[in-house]
């Protein structure tokens, strides 16, 4: 076996970012940012994607891209979710003030679907803020509906709560536009 110098960069740079990881989650360094969901008939406001942004203390303003899959590997995911589930229902909550109709979506990692702290952190961030299941949608990438029938199942009890289950980046996986009537979806959303 040879050193590889680059190779030890590299994975001294993964155990960095993951200790950073770690501290961010402690320190409160997450925040969320907010899209609009505009109905272009109407040209109004329907509901708010949450997107979770990480304000780096040396690097700055984080892209999910940088630090979400090493979440998901680590497991970090998991808390992470639960905080932008209760943040962007606290949001919501206030917005509602505004217009009561509007929702909330939410994305979802394949590793907190998996687990059985999913279904304790929506209900947990539902009964904090006050919000109704119905104003909150749930978004799943299309290659998670083939990880079994533990995880339709965590999708049909949220459906059943009254949430929206939305597919995300419908498309780049090999599901068909035959198959989703069969899962407990209601909005796909087609990838570009």
């Not at 997450?30 to 609009?36: A, D, K, T």
């Not at 687990?115 to 929506?122: D, E, P, S």
């Not at 709560?161 to 209601?186: A, C, N, Q, V």
Request: proline share 5%; glycine share 8%.
């Amino acid at each position: 076996a040879l050193f590889d110098s680059k190779m030890h960069a590299q994975v001294k740079a993964r155990f960095s970012l993951e200790s950073e990881l770690r501290s961010a989650l402690e320190w409160g360094q997450f925040s969320v940012y907010y899209q609009p969901i505009v109905s272009l008939p109407t040209a109004t406001i329907k509901g708010f994607e949450a997107l979770v942004r990480w304000q780096h203390p040396e690097r700055g303003m984080m892209s999910p891209a940088e630090f979400i899959p090493l979440a998901e590997e680590t497991g970090l995911i998991i808390p992470l979710e639960a905080f932008v589930l209760k943040e962007s229902l606290k949001q919501l909550r206030q917005w509602h003030a505004l217009d009561p109709e509007l929702t909330m979506s939410v994305n979802l990692s394949g590793r907190h679907l998996e687990g059985h702290a999913l279904l304790h952190n929506v209900r947990d961030a539902l009964q904090e803020s006050g919000i109704d299941a119905k104003y909150l949608a749930l978004e799943v990438t299309e290659g998670m509906l083939g990880r079994g029938e533990r995880v339709q199942k965590i999708l049909s009890t949220l459906r059943g709560w009254g949430s929206k289950i939305y597919i995300d980046d419908f498309g780049t996986g090999y599901s068909s536009l035959s198959r989703p009537h069969e899962l407990p979806i209601d909005t796909l959303k087609i990838d570009k």
